[in-house]
Protein backbone atom coordinates (compact mmCIF):
# COMPACT_ATOMS: atom_id res chain seq x y z
CA UNK A 1 0.00 0.00 0.00
CA UNK A 2 3.03 2.39 0.69
CA UNK A 3 4.28 1.77 -2.52
CA UNK A 4 1.01 2.43 -3.93
CA UNK A 5 0.94 5.55 -2.16
CA UNK A 6 4.66 6.43 -3.52
CA UNK A 7 4.26 5.47 -7.03
CA UNK A 8 0.33 8.12 -7.05
CA UNK A 9 2.88 10.61 -5.50
CA UNK A 10 5.40 10.54 -8.42
CA UNK A 11 2.94 10.22 -10.58
CA UNK A 12 1.45 13.71 -9.45
CA UNK A 13 4.76 15.24 -9.68
CA UNK A 14 5.95 14.41 -12.74
CA UNK A 15 2.51 15.41 -13.84
CA UNK A 16 2.70 18.87 -12.54
CA UNK A 17 6.70 19.30 -13.31
CA UNK A 18 5.24 18.48 -16.94
CA UNK A 19 2.62 21.22 -16.87
CA UNK A 20 4.73 23.73 -15.24
CA UNK A 21 7.79 23.30 -17.49
CA UNK A 22 5.54 23.76 -20.63
CA UNK A 23 3.74 26.81 -19.23
CA UNK A 24 6.18 29.20 -21.28
CA UNK A 25 6.20 29.83 -24.74
CA UNK A 26 9.27 30.07 -26.58
CA UNK A 27 9.86 33.71 -27.50
CA UNK A 28 10.46 32.22 -31.51
CA UNK A 29 6.71 30.62 -31.38
CA UNK A 30 5.27 34.22 -29.83
CA UNK A 31 6.52 35.88 -32.76
CA UNK A 32 5.91 33.14 -35.40
CA UNK A 33 2.16 33.39 -34.51
CA UNK A 34 2.65 37.06 -34.55
CA UNK A 35 3.92 37.03 -38.00
CA UNK A 36 1.38 34.53 -39.15
CA UNK A 37 -1.29 36.42 -37.34
CA UNK A 38 -0.26 39.67 -39.05
CA UNK A 39 -0.11 38.17 -42.80
CA UNK A 40 -3.33 36.05 -42.70
CA UNK A 41 -5.68 38.63 -40.43
CA UNK A 42 -9.10 39.07 -42.51
CA UNK A 43 -8.73 42.39 -43.85
CA UNK A 44 -12.79 42.94 -45.09
CA UNK A 45 -13.84 46.39 -44.43
CA UNK A 46 -17.65 47.07 -44.70
CA UNK A 47 -17.74 50.65 -44.66
CA UNK A 48 -15.61 53.73 -45.54
CA UNK A 49 -17.37 56.52 -43.86
CA UNK A 50 -15.46 58.69 -41.43
CA UNK A 51 -18.30 57.85 -38.54
CA UNK A 52 -17.73 54.34 -39.20
CA UNK A 53 -21.38 53.75 -40.50
CA UNK A 54 -22.83 54.22 -36.98
CA UNK A 55 -26.40 53.88 -36.15
CA UNK A 56 -28.11 56.41 -34.62
CA UNK A 57 -28.38 55.93 -30.45
CA UNK A 58 -30.39 57.84 -28.22
CA UNK A 59 -28.31 56.24 -25.44
CA UNK A 60 -25.01 57.33 -26.46
CA UNK A 61 -26.70 60.56 -28.04
CA UNK A 62 -27.79 61.19 -24.10
CA UNK A 63 -23.98 60.20 -22.87
CA UNK A 64 -22.19 62.58 -25.22
CA UNK A 65 -24.84 65.22 -23.90
CA UNK A 66 -23.88 64.89 -20.48
CA UNK A 67 -20.63 64.81 -20.88
CA UNK A 68 -20.59 67.98 -23.13
CA UNK A 69 -22.92 69.62 -20.09
CA UNK A 70 -20.21 68.49 -17.54
CA UNK A 71 -17.49 70.70 -15.75
CA UNK A 72 -15.36 68.88 -12.64
CA UNK A 73 -16.94 70.87 -10.27
CA UNK A 74 -21.16 69.80 -11.67
CA UNK A 75 -20.78 66.56 -13.32
CA UNK A 76 -23.50 65.56 -15.58
CA UNK A 77 -24.55 61.77 -15.80
CA UNK A 78 -27.46 59.51 -17.15
CA UNK A 79 -28.31 56.25 -15.69
CA UNK A 80 -30.62 53.86 -16.46
CA UNK A 81 -31.39 50.36 -14.18
CA UNK A 82 -31.54 47.70 -16.36
CA UNK A 83 -33.76 45.16 -14.43
CA UNK A 84 -35.01 43.77 -17.89
CA UNK A 85 -32.95 41.22 -19.59
CA UNK A 86 -34.32 42.14 -22.80
CA UNK A 87 -33.77 45.55 -22.31
CA UNK A 88 -30.01 44.88 -21.06
CA UNK A 89 -29.26 42.75 -23.81
CA UNK A 90 -30.98 45.16 -26.72
CA UNK A 91 -28.80 48.32 -25.04
CA UNK A 92 -25.99 46.47 -25.30
CA UNK A 93 -26.43 45.69 -29.17
CA UNK A 94 -27.92 49.36 -29.40
CA UNK A 95 -24.46 50.52 -28.27
CA UNK A 96 -22.32 48.36 -30.08
CA UNK A 97 -23.41 49.01 -33.57
CA UNK A 98 -23.38 52.97 -32.40
CA UNK A 99 -19.67 52.95 -31.25
CA UNK A 100 -18.01 55.95 -33.60
CA UNK A 101 -14.45 54.74 -31.93
CA UNK A 102 -13.96 51.95 -29.56
CA UNK A 103 -15.76 49.15 -27.51
CA UNK A 104 -14.43 47.93 -24.39
CA UNK A 105 -15.54 44.34 -23.31
CA UNK A 106 -14.49 42.82 -19.67
CA UNK A 107 -16.55 39.51 -18.56
CA UNK A 108 -15.89 36.57 -16.20
CA UNK A 109 -17.79 34.00 -18.21
CA UNK A 110 -18.60 33.76 -21.95
CA UNK A 111 -20.16 30.86 -23.66
CA UNK A 112 -20.41 29.45 -27.05
CA UNK A 113 -24.64 29.28 -26.70
CA UNK A 114 -26.68 31.81 -28.32
CA UNK A 115 -26.33 34.98 -26.16
CA UNK A 116 -22.49 34.61 -26.86
CA UNK A 117 -22.59 33.86 -30.56
CA UNK A 118 -24.69 36.98 -31.17
CA UNK A 119 -22.83 39.92 -29.29
CA UNK A 120 -19.71 38.34 -30.59
CA UNK A 121 -20.87 38.39 -33.96
CA UNK A 122 -21.94 41.92 -33.01
CA UNK A 123 -18.54 43.01 -32.33
CA UNK A 124 -17.05 41.79 -35.12
CA UNK A 125 -19.06 43.36 -37.22
CA UNK A 126 -18.02 46.40 -35.66
CA UNK A 127 -14.51 45.91 -36.25
CA UNK A 128 -15.24 45.62 -39.40
CA UNK A 129 -16.38 48.78 -40.07
CA UNK A 130 -13.76 50.52 -38.35
CA UNK A 131 -14.36 50.41 -34.62
CA UNK A 132 -11.49 49.48 -32.28
CA UNK A 133 -12.92 45.98 -30.35
CA UNK A 134 -11.08 44.56 -27.38
CA UNK A 135 -12.03 41.81 -24.84
CA UNK A 136 -11.00 41.12 -21.61
CA UNK A 137 -12.25 37.65 -20.41
CA UNK A 138 -11.33 35.47 -17.03
CA UNK A 139 -9.47 32.36 -18.63
CA UNK A 140 -11.81 29.73 -16.15
CA UNK A 141 -15.45 30.10 -17.96
CA UNK A 142 -14.62 31.85 -21.27
CA UNK A 143 -13.76 31.13 -25.00
CA UNK A 144 -12.88 27.29 -23.68
CA UNK A 145 -12.17 26.18 -27.36
CA UNK A 146 -8.55 27.28 -28.61
CA UNK A 147 -9.96 26.32 -31.88
CA UNK A 148 -12.37 29.42 -32.05
CA UNK A 149 -9.68 31.75 -30.39
CA UNK A 150 -7.65 30.52 -33.30
CA UNK A 151 -10.17 31.82 -35.57
CA UNK A 152 -11.01 35.21 -33.56
CA UNK A 153 -7.38 36.04 -33.53
CA UNK A 154 -7.39 36.38 -37.39
CA UNK A 155 -10.64 38.05 -37.63
CA UNK A 156 -9.75 41.65 -37.96
CA UNK A 157 -6.79 44.16 -37.54
CA UNK A 158 -9.23 45.99 -35.13
CA UNK A 159 -10.69 43.15 -32.95
CA UNK A 160 -8.39 42.25 -29.60
CA UNK A 161 -9.21 39.40 -27.10
CA UNK A 162 -7.12 38.27 -24.36
CA UNK A 163 -7.34 36.07 -21.61
CA UNK A 164 -7.16 36.95 -17.82
CA UNK A 165 -5.26 34.66 -15.41
CA UNK A 166 -4.81 31.34 -17.65
CA UNK A 167 -3.95 28.36 -16.26
CA UNK A 168 -0.71 26.61 -17.43
CA UNK A 169 -1.32 29.64 -20.31
CA UNK A 170 -3.88 27.77 -21.89
CA UNK A 171 -7.20 28.84 -23.13
CA UNK A 172 -8.71 25.43 -22.46
CA UNK A 173 -8.50 23.85 -19.18
CA UNK A 174 -9.37 19.93 -18.70
CA UNK A 175 -10.03 18.39 -15.80
CA UNK A 176 -6.78 16.97 -15.37
CA UNK A 177 -5.04 20.57 -15.90
CA UNK A 178 -8.16 22.01 -13.92
CA UNK A 179 -7.14 19.73 -10.36
CA UNK A 180 -3.33 20.04 -11.35
CA UNK A 181 -3.86 23.99 -10.82
CA UNK A 182 -5.62 23.44 -7.55
CA UNK A 183 -2.75 21.40 -6.61
CA UNK A 184 0.33 23.07 -7.63
CA UNK A 185 -0.54 27.01 -7.48
CA UNK A 186 -3.66 27.06 -5.89
CA UNK A 187 -3.73 30.85 -4.99
CA UNK A 188 -2.82 31.81 -8.32
CA UNK A 189 -5.58 29.24 -10.23
CA UNK A 190 -8.30 30.94 -7.33
CA UNK A 191 -8.05 34.33 -7.80
CA UNK A 192 -10.20 35.60 -10.89
CA UNK A 193 -11.89 38.27 -12.80
CA UNK A 194 -14.93 39.32 -11.91
CA UNK A 195 -15.59 42.41 -13.29
CA UNK A 196 -18.28 42.71 -15.98
CA UNK A 197 -18.35 45.70 -18.12
CA UNK A 198 -19.64 46.76 -21.79
CA UNK A 199 -17.44 50.34 -22.61
CA UNK A 200 -18.55 52.49 -25.55
CA UNK A 201 -16.46 55.30 -26.68
CA UNK A 202 -15.19 56.07 -23.22
CA UNK A 203 -18.50 57.79 -23.33
CA UNK A 204 -21.30 55.49 -22.12
CA UNK A 205 -20.69 51.90 -20.11
CA UNK A 206 -22.68 48.79 -18.29
CA UNK A 207 -22.01 47.43 -15.79
CA UNK A 208 -23.58 44.93 -13.10
CA UNK A 209 -24.05 41.13 -12.80
CA UNK A 210 -25.05 39.89 -16.10
CA UNK A 211 -22.32 37.51 -18.28
CA UNK A 212 -22.53 36.54 -21.83
CA UNK A 213 -24.55 33.17 -21.40
CA UNK A 214 -28.04 32.98 -22.55
CA UNK A 215 -29.31 32.10 -18.92
CA UNK A 216 -28.26 35.52 -17.90
CA UNK A 217 -30.58 37.41 -20.66
CA UNK A 218 -33.73 34.68 -19.97
CA UNK A 219 -32.39 32.38 -23.31
CA UNK A 220 -32.43 29.32 -21.51
CA UNK A 221 -35.22 26.81 -21.95
CA UNK A 222 -34.49 24.99 -18.41
CA UNK A 223 -32.61 27.41 -15.65
CA UNK A 224 -32.20 31.30 -15.75
CA UNK A 225 -31.21 34.20 -13.45
CA UNK A 226 -32.58 37.52 -12.07
CA UNK A 227 -30.13 39.82 -12.70
CA UNK A 228 -29.56 43.22 -13.25
CA UNK A 229 -27.08 46.14 -14.53
CA UNK A 230 -27.21 49.90 -14.22
CA UNK A 231 -26.04 51.58 -17.62
CA UNK A 232 -24.40 55.35 -16.90
CA UNK A 233 -23.20 57.88 -19.53
CA UNK A 234 -21.10 60.95 -18.20
CA UNK A 235 -17.37 61.70 -16.60
CA UNK A 236 -17.52 58.27 -14.88
CA UNK A 237 -17.24 56.30 -18.29
CA UNK A 238 -13.79 57.72 -18.06
CA UNK A 239 -13.30 56.11 -15.13
CA UNK A 240 -14.70 52.88 -16.22
CA UNK A 241 -11.84 53.45 -19.16
CA UNK A 242 -8.86 53.88 -16.27
CA UNK A 243 -10.05 50.58 -15.12
CA UNK A 244 -10.06 48.47 -17.88
CA UNK A 245 -7.06 49.99 -19.39
CA UNK A 246 -5.45 49.06 -16.00
CA UNK A 247 -6.21 45.26 -16.49
CA UNK A 248 -5.62 45.25 -20.19
CA UNK A 249 -1.96 46.11 -19.61
CA UNK A 250 -1.76 44.06 -16.60
CA UNK A 251 0.75 41.31 -17.44
CA UNK A 252 -1.94 38.56 -16.33
CA UNK A 253 -3.71 39.61 -19.08
CA UNK A 254 -2.72 37.13 -22.39
CA UNK A 255 -2.78 38.18 -25.85
CA UNK A 256 -4.07 34.82 -27.77
CA UNK A 257 -0.85 34.23 -29.16
CA UNK A 258 0.87 33.78 -25.90
CA UNK A 259 -1.74 31.33 -25.22
CA UNK A 260 0.13 27.47 -25.80
CA UNK A 261 -2.69 26.20 -27.40
CA UNK A 262 -3.95 28.78 -29.39
CA UNK A 263 -0.19 29.62 -30.59
CA UNK A 264 0.21 26.09 -31.90
CA UNK A 265 -3.14 25.87 -33.39
CA UNK A 266 -2.45 28.94 -35.08
CA UNK A 267 1.48 27.85 -36.19
CA UNK A 268 -0.31 25.06 -37.95
CA UNK A 269 -2.93 26.64 -39.74
CA UNK A 270 -1.36 29.49 -41.83
CA UNK A 271 -4.55 29.88 -44.19
CA UNK A 272 -7.17 29.85 -41.85
CA UNK A 273 -11.13 29.67 -43.74
CA UNK A 274 -12.97 33.15 -42.96
CA UNK A 275 -15.31 33.48 -40.61
CA UNK A 276 -18.60 31.76 -40.56
CA UNK A 277 -21.73 33.24 -41.03
CA UNK A 278 -24.34 33.37 -37.88
CA UNK A 279 -25.61 30.19 -36.99
CA UNK A 280 -28.65 30.14 -34.12
CA UNK A 281 -30.25 27.69 -32.07
CA UNK A 282 -33.20 29.85 -32.23
CA UNK A 283 -32.79 32.58 -34.66
CA UNK A 284 -36.29 34.50 -34.22
CA UNK A 285 -35.20 35.50 -30.82
CA UNK A 286 -32.29 37.37 -32.32
CA UNK A 287 -34.10 38.84 -35.26
CA UNK A 288 -36.46 40.47 -32.55
CA UNK A 289 -33.21 42.02 -30.66
CA UNK A 290 -31.53 42.93 -33.38
CA UNK A 291 -34.92 45.00 -34.80
CA UNK A 292 -35.50 46.70 -31.10
CA UNK A 293 -31.97 47.70 -30.98
CA UNK A 294 -32.57 49.98 -33.98
CA UNK A 295 -36.11 50.83 -33.19
CA UNK A 296 -36.57 54.47 -31.90
CA UNK A 297 -39.90 53.71 -30.50
CA UNK A 298 -38.52 50.84 -28.31
CA UNK A 299 -35.68 52.26 -27.15
CA UNK A 300 -37.57 55.35 -26.33
CA UNK A 301 -40.83 53.11 -24.33
CA UNK A 302 -37.74 50.45 -22.68
CA UNK A 303 -34.59 52.43 -22.08
CA UNK A 304 -34.85 56.18 -22.55
CA UNK A 305 -38.05 57.39 -20.81
CA UNK A 306 -36.68 55.10 -17.70
CA UNK A 307 -33.03 57.01 -17.42
CA UNK A 308 -32.66 59.67 -14.88
CA UNK A 309 -30.40 62.69 -15.10
CA UNK A 310 -28.21 63.05 -12.15
CA UNK A 311 -25.17 64.44 -10.44
CA UNK A 312 -23.15 62.20 -8.34
CA UNK A 313 -22.10 58.64 -9.90
CA UNK A 314 -19.56 56.79 -8.98
CA UNK A 315 -17.24 53.71 -10.48
CA UNK A 316 -15.60 52.08 -8.27
CA UNK A 317 -12.88 48.90 -9.20
CA UNK A 318 -10.48 46.61 -7.55
CA UNK A 319 -7.37 46.75 -8.78
CA UNK A 320 -5.78 43.87 -10.75
CA UNK A 321 -2.65 43.47 -7.83
CA UNK A 322 -5.84 42.24 -5.88
CA UNK A 323 -5.30 39.11 -7.38
CA UNK A 324 -1.13 38.82 -6.48
CA UNK A 325 -1.11 40.93 -3.13
CA UNK A 326 -4.97 40.26 -1.26
CA UNK A 327 -3.98 42.45 1.65
CA UNK A 328 -2.79 45.44 -0.52
CA UNK A 329 -5.54 48.01 0.63
CA UNK A 330 -5.32 50.38 -2.34
CA UNK A 331 -5.95 46.67 -3.87
CA UNK A 332 -9.65 46.48 -2.10
CA UNK A 333 -11.04 49.65 -3.45
CA UNK A 334 -14.30 48.81 -4.60
CA UNK A 335 -14.55 46.21 -1.21
CA UNK A 336 -13.58 49.03 1.06
CA UNK A 337 -15.69 51.50 0.02
CA UNK A 338 -18.62 49.08 0.10
CA UNK A 339 -17.95 48.88 3.52
CA UNK A 340 -17.74 52.12 4.22
CA UNK A 341 -21.19 52.86 3.09
CA UNK A 342 -22.96 49.99 4.79
CA UNK A 343 -21.87 50.83 8.18
CA UNK A 344 -23.02 54.51 8.14
CA UNK A 345 -26.56 53.08 7.67
CA UNK A 346 -28.69 54.73 9.65
CA UNK A 347 -32.72 53.10 9.43
CA UNK A 348 -32.19 50.56 6.43
CA UNK A 349 -30.03 48.46 4.21
CA UNK A 350 -31.42 46.41 1.27
CA UNK A 351 -29.28 43.80 -0.01
CA UNK A 352 -29.67 41.51 -3.03
CA UNK A 353 -27.26 38.57 -3.61
CA UNK A 354 -27.07 35.00 -4.62
CA UNK A 355 -24.40 34.02 -2.19
CA UNK A 356 -25.62 34.84 1.55
CA UNK A 357 -21.45 34.39 3.17
CA UNK A 358 -20.14 36.91 5.18
CA UNK A 359 -16.85 37.97 5.71
CA UNK A 360 -15.42 38.43 8.74
CA UNK A 361 -15.41 42.38 7.83
CA UNK A 362 -19.06 42.46 6.41
CA UNK A 363 -20.08 40.45 9.73
CA UNK A 364 -18.56 42.62 11.99
CA UNK A 365 -20.05 45.62 10.14
CA UNK A 366 -23.23 43.87 10.58
CA UNK A 367 -22.64 43.12 14.26
CA UNK A 368 -22.20 46.47 15.08
CA UNK A 369 -25.22 47.75 13.41
CA UNK A 370 -27.20 45.73 15.50
CA UNK A 371 -26.10 46.44 18.83
CA UNK A 372 -27.01 50.14 17.64
CA UNK A 373 -29.77 51.77 19.78
CA UNK A 374 -31.61 52.11 17.13
CA UNK A 375 -30.36 49.47 14.69
CA UNK A 376 -31.43 50.06 11.10
CA UNK A 377 -33.41 47.23 9.24
CA UNK A 378 -31.81 45.18 7.00
CA UNK A 379 -33.42 43.46 4.60
CA UNK A 380 -32.08 40.00 2.32
CA UNK A 381 -33.29 39.33 -0.91
CA UNK A 382 -31.08 35.68 -1.63
CA UNK A 383 -31.28 32.25 -3.07
CA UNK A 384 -33.15 29.20 -1.89
CA UNK A 385 -31.54 25.84 -1.73
CA UNK A 386 -34.40 25.17 -5.07
CA UNK A 387 -33.15 28.32 -6.75
CA UNK A 388 -29.49 28.46 -6.48
CA UNK A 389 -26.57 26.30 -8.82
CA UNK A 390 -24.60 26.81 -6.32
CA UNK A 391 -25.79 24.64 -3.93
CA UNK A 392 -22.14 24.09 -1.72
CA UNK A 393 -22.02 28.26 -1.16
CA UNK A 394 -25.85 28.14 0.00
CA UNK A 395 -24.90 24.65 2.37
CA UNK A 396 -22.22 27.51 4.41
CA UNK A 397 -24.99 30.01 4.61
CA UNK A 398 -27.69 27.61 5.88
CA UNK A 399 -25.03 27.37 8.65
CA UNK A 400 -25.36 30.15 9.76
CA UNK A 401 -28.47 30.90 9.92
CA UNK A 402 -29.09 31.82 13.35
CA UNK A 403 -26.12 34.15 13.46
CA UNK A 404 -27.92 36.06 10.32
CA UNK A 405 -30.92 36.32 12.84
CA UNK A 406 -29.82 36.87 15.90
CA UNK A 407 -26.49 38.47 15.66
CA UNK A 408 -26.63 40.74 12.62
CA UNK A 409 -30.48 41.06 12.45
CA UNK A 410 -30.93 39.77 9.41
CA UNK A 411 -34.67 39.72 7.66
CA UNK A 412 -34.06 37.13 5.21
CA UNK A 413 -36.17 36.20 1.91
CA UNK A 414 -35.18 33.16 0.03
CA UNK A 415 -35.85 32.94 -4.02
CA UNK A 416 -38.42 30.51 -4.85
CA UNK A 417 -37.70 28.54 -7.81
CA UNK A 418 -40.50 29.07 -10.11
CA UNK A 419 -40.72 33.28 -8.70
CA UNK A 420 -43.49 35.27 -10.33
CA UNK A 421 -41.13 37.97 -10.91
CA UNK A 422 -38.91 35.70 -12.42
CA UNK A 423 -40.90 34.26 -14.90
CA UNK A 424 -42.92 37.27 -16.60
CA UNK A 425 -39.31 38.66 -17.30
CA UNK A 426 -38.83 35.41 -19.14
CA UNK A 427 -41.66 35.65 -21.01
CA UNK A 428 -41.03 39.17 -22.40
CA UNK A 429 -37.51 38.00 -23.41
CA UNK A 430 -38.85 35.30 -25.79
CA UNK A 431 -41.23 36.60 -27.70
CA UNK A 432 -42.31 38.32 -31.09
CA UNK A 433 -44.66 40.82 -31.86
CA UNK A 434 -48.03 39.53 -32.40
CA UNK A 435 -48.60 41.38 -35.90
CA UNK A 436 -45.66 39.52 -37.29
CA UNK A 437 -47.69 36.44 -37.14
CA UNK A 438 -51.39 37.49 -37.00
CA UNK A 439 -52.67 33.61 -36.60
CA UNK A 440 -50.75 32.88 -33.58
CA UNK A 441 -53.23 32.75 -30.27
CA UNK A 442 -52.72 35.63 -27.48
CA UNK A 443 -50.63 34.38 -24.45
CA UNK A 444 -53.05 33.88 -21.44
CA UNK A 445 -52.73 37.03 -19.37
CA UNK A 446 -51.75 39.73 -21.71
CA UNK A 447 -53.27 41.91 -24.21
CA UNK A 448 -52.63 44.65 -26.67
CA UNK A 449 -49.68 45.89 -27.75
CA UNK A 450 -48.12 43.05 -25.46
CA UNK A 451 -49.93 39.60 -26.60
CA UNK A 452 -46.67 37.76 -27.56
CA UNK A 453 -45.90 34.28 -28.69
CA UNK A 454 -42.82 32.53 -26.97
CA UNK A 455 -39.79 31.40 -28.46
CA UNK A 456 -38.14 28.45 -26.82
CA UNK A 457 -34.35 28.65 -25.43
CA UNK A 458 -31.43 26.46 -25.12
CA UNK A 459 -30.14 23.43 -23.30
CA UNK A 460 -26.93 22.05 -23.43
CA UNK A 461 -25.97 22.30 -27.08
CA UNK A 462 -22.79 22.43 -29.06
CA UNK A 463 -20.59 25.70 -29.69
CA UNK A 464 -19.95 28.02 -32.52
CA UNK A 465 -16.65 25.12 -33.34
CA UNK A 466 -18.09 22.40 -31.35
CA UNK A 467 -17.50 22.46 -28.20
CA UNK A 468 -19.89 22.43 -24.86
CA UNK A 469 -21.00 25.29 -22.96
CA UNK A 470 -20.59 25.10 -19.32
CA UNK A 471 -24.06 24.44 -17.27
CA UNK A 472 -24.09 24.25 -13.17
CA UNK A 473 -26.80 21.92 -12.63
CA UNK A 474 -28.85 23.12 -9.81
CA UNK A 475 -30.69 20.35 -7.16
CA UNK A 476 -33.86 18.84 -9.30
CA UNK A 477 -37.11 19.59 -7.38
CA UNK A 478 -40.26 18.14 -6.91
CA UNK A 479 -42.18 20.46 -8.61
CA UNK A 480 -42.13 21.16 -12.44
CA UNK A 481 -41.38 24.05 -14.68
CA UNK A 482 -39.14 26.51 -15.37
CA UNK A 483 -36.45 27.31 -13.18
CA UNK A 484 -35.01 30.84 -11.84
CA UNK A 485 -32.06 31.75 -9.63
CA UNK A 486 -31.12 35.26 -8.55
CA UNK A 487 -28.27 36.52 -9.45
CA UNK A 488 -27.94 39.87 -9.07
CA UNK A 489 -25.86 42.29 -6.47
CA UNK A 490 -27.01 45.49 -5.69
CA UNK A 491 -27.59 47.69 -2.35
CA UNK A 492 -29.53 50.46 -1.08
CA UNK A 493 -28.38 52.10 2.12
CA UNK A 494 -31.48 54.53 3.72
CA UNK A 495 -33.08 55.50 0.63
CA UNK A 496 -30.35 57.58 -0.54
CA UNK A 497 -27.68 55.57 -2.31
CA UNK A 498 -27.41 52.42 -4.51
CA UNK A 499 -25.09 50.33 -6.00
CA UNK A 500 -25.18 47.74 -8.82
CA UNK A 501 -22.14 45.84 -9.74
CA UNK A 502 -20.54 42.49 -9.67
CA UNK A 503 -19.83 41.92 -5.65
CA UNK A 504 -21.45 39.59 -3.96
CA UNK A 505 -20.98 40.42 -0.52
CA UNK A 506 -18.93 37.29 0.49
CA UNK A 507 -15.91 36.11 1.44
CA UNK A 508 -14.41 35.78 -2.28
CA UNK A 509 -15.87 39.17 -3.59
CA UNK A 510 -13.95 40.45 -0.77
CA UNK A 511 -10.51 38.50 -0.75
CA UNK A 512 -10.16 37.22 -3.95
CA UNK A 513 -11.65 38.61 -7.15
CA UNK A 514 -11.55 41.67 -8.63
CA UNK A 515 -15.17 43.28 -8.54
CA UNK A 516 -16.41 46.99 -10.08
CA UNK A 517 -19.59 48.56 -9.48
CA UNK A 518 -21.20 51.78 -9.50
CA UNK A 519 -22.62 54.10 -7.07
CA UNK A 520 -24.98 56.42 -7.76
CA UNK A 521 -26.57 58.69 -4.93
CA UNK A 522 -29.84 60.08 -6.27
CA UNK A 523 -32.80 58.96 -3.91
CA UNK A 524 -35.26 58.86 -7.42
CA UNK A 525 -32.70 55.71 -8.38
CA UNK A 526 -32.72 54.34 -4.66
CA UNK A 527 -35.96 53.79 -5.11
CA UNK A 528 -36.52 52.28 -8.35
CA UNK A 529 -33.75 49.92 -7.02
CA UNK A 530 -34.92 49.35 -3.30
CA UNK A 531 -38.62 48.14 -5.26
CA UNK A 532 -37.02 46.11 -7.84
CA UNK A 533 -35.14 44.20 -4.56
CA UNK A 534 -38.57 44.53 -2.71
CA UNK A 535 -40.21 42.87 -5.19
CA UNK A 536 -38.00 39.41 -5.20
CA UNK A 537 -39.29 39.45 -1.27
CA UNK A 538 -42.59 39.19 -1.64
CA UNK A 539 -44.55 36.17 -1.18
CA UNK A 540 -45.43 34.93 -4.76
CA UNK A 541 -41.44 35.15 -4.95
CA UNK A 542 -39.70 34.21 -1.68
CA UNK A 543 -40.26 32.14 1.15
CA UNK A 544 -39.02 33.82 4.44
CA UNK A 545 -36.73 32.82 6.99
CA UNK A 546 -37.70 32.65 10.68
CA UNK A 547 -36.97 31.01 13.93
CA UNK A 548 -38.28 27.44 14.16
CA UNK A 549 -41.50 27.10 16.81
CA UNK A 550 -40.63 24.26 18.83
CA UNK A 551 -43.80 21.77 18.42
CA UNK A 552 -42.78 20.03 21.87
CA UNK A 553 -41.68 22.27 24.25
CA UNK A 554 -39.33 20.58 26.35
CA UNK A 555 -37.48 18.27 23.14
CA UNK A 556 -37.79 21.69 21.37
CA UNK A 557 -35.33 23.37 23.81
CA UNK A 558 -32.81 20.59 24.11
CA UNK A 559 -32.83 20.09 20.09
CA UNK A 560 -31.93 23.96 19.92
CA UNK A 561 -29.77 23.74 22.45
CA UNK A 562 -27.90 20.74 20.59
CA UNK A 563 -28.28 22.75 17.17
CA UNK A 564 -26.68 25.62 18.98
CA UNK A 565 -23.34 23.93 19.85
CA UNK A 566 -23.20 21.63 16.83
CA UNK A 567 -23.50 24.95 14.50
CA UNK A 568 -20.25 26.53 16.54
CA UNK A 569 -18.36 23.25 15.48
CA UNK A 570 -16.06 23.67 12.39
CA UNK A 571 -16.32 20.06 11.55
CA UNK A 572 -19.29 17.20 12.69
CA UNK A 573 -21.81 20.06 12.65
CA UNK A 574 -24.55 16.92 11.99
CA UNK A 575 -27.45 18.14 14.05
CA UNK A 576 -30.67 17.88 11.08
CA UNK A 577 -32.76 20.59 13.06
CA UNK A 578 -32.14 23.93 13.08
CA UNK A 579 -32.61 27.31 14.54
CA UNK A 580 -34.49 28.77 11.73
CA UNK A 581 -36.38 27.34 8.81
CA UNK A 582 -38.40 28.61 5.99
CA UNK A 583 -41.78 29.70 6.10
CA UNK A 584 -44.81 30.45 3.25
CA UNK A 585 -47.65 33.08 3.66
CA UNK A 586 -51.38 31.61 4.36
CA UNK A 587 -54.08 32.77 2.46
CA UNK A 588 -55.98 35.91 3.26
CA UNK A 589 -52.40 37.22 4.94
CA UNK A 590 -50.36 40.13 4.22
CA UNK A 591 -46.78 40.28 4.15
CA UNK A 592 -45.25 40.30 7.71
CA UNK A 593 -41.94 40.49 9.21
CA UNK A 594 -40.82 37.59 11.36
CA UNK A 595 -40.49 39.87 14.44
CA UNK A 596 -43.97 40.70 13.95
CA UNK A 597 -46.79 39.37 16.70
CA UNK A 598 -49.12 38.11 14.19
CA UNK A 599 -46.59 36.16 12.02
CA UNK A 600 -46.87 32.96 13.41
CA UNK A 601 -50.51 32.99 12.59
CA UNK A 602 -49.81 34.16 9.09
CA UNK A 603 -47.19 32.29 8.10
CA UNK A 604 -46.57 28.07 8.00
CA UNK A 605 -43.49 26.23 7.40
CA UNK A 606 -42.24 24.40 4.71
CA UNK A 607 -39.08 22.89 5.95
CA UNK A 608 -35.81 23.58 5.59
CA UNK A 609 -35.04 23.16 1.86
CA UNK A 610 -38.60 23.34 0.69
CA UNK A 611 -39.21 21.63 -3.53
CA UNK A 612 -35.93 20.00 -3.32
CA UNK A 613 -36.11 16.91 -3.97
CA UNK A 614 -33.77 13.70 -2.43
CA UNK A 615 -31.01 13.74 -4.71
CA UNK A 616 -27.03 13.79 -4.10
CA UNK A 617 -26.97 17.09 -3.75
CA UNK A 618 -28.53 17.75 -1.09
CA UNK A 619 -26.99 15.20 0.21
CA UNK A 620 -23.82 17.31 -0.32
CA UNK A 621 -25.46 20.38 0.92
CA UNK A 622 -25.61 18.27 4.19
CA UNK A 623 -22.21 17.08 4.44
CA UNK A 624 -20.96 20.64 3.25
CA UNK A 625 -23.09 22.28 6.19
CA UNK A 626 -21.20 19.83 8.53
CA UNK A 627 -17.37 19.80 7.56
CA UNK A 628 -16.97 22.73 4.45
CA UNK A 629 -16.83 25.69 7.04
CA UNK A 630 -13.61 26.48 6.88
CA UNK A 631 -13.44 26.54 2.81
CA UNK A 632 -16.34 29.52 2.64
CA UNK A 633 -13.70 32.17 1.09
CA UNK A 634 -13.01 29.28 -1.56
CA UNK A 635 -16.42 28.82 -2.21
Known sequence: MRGMHLRCGLLASVLLASLLQGCTLSRAHIRQADAIVLASVDHQTTCDRADHCATPSPLLDAASQALADSTPAEPEHVVTLLDDSEAALVARINLIRAARQSIDVQTYIWDEDDTGQFVLNELIAAARRGIHVRILADQLFSFGDPALLERLARVSPNFQIRLYNPTFQNAHTPPLEFAAGVLCCFLKFNQRMHNKLLLVDNSIGITGGRNYQDRYFNWDSDFNYLDRDVMVGGPAAREMADSFNLFWNHRRSVPLTHLRDVNRLIRNDPSPPSWPAPHYAYPGRVADAQDEAEDPEWLAQHLVDTSLHTSKVEFFSDRPAKTEQPLKRDAHEFTTHLMHLVSGAQHEVVLQTPYLVMSRRAR???KNLHREASPPQIIVSTNSLAS???????????????????????????MKPHAELAADAYLQANVDDEEEDDEMPPTPGLSGAARRKRFPGTDRRPGLFGSNGRRNRPAPLRSAGRRFGLHAKSLVVD?????????NFDPRSDHYNTEEGVIIYDQRFATQLRASILEATSPQNAWVIAER?????????????????????????????????????????????????DFSRCYTSVGDFPDVAISPKLLYTRLITAFGAGWQGVL
Not at 405 to 410: C, L
Open 364 to 366: NIF
Open 388 to 414: TDAFAVYAVSYKHRKSYITQYGFDIYE
Open 495 to 503: DSLAMVGSH
Open 549 to 597: KPTIPILGDISRAIADVSAQLPLFDIWPFRYATSYEIKPGCGPLRPTDP
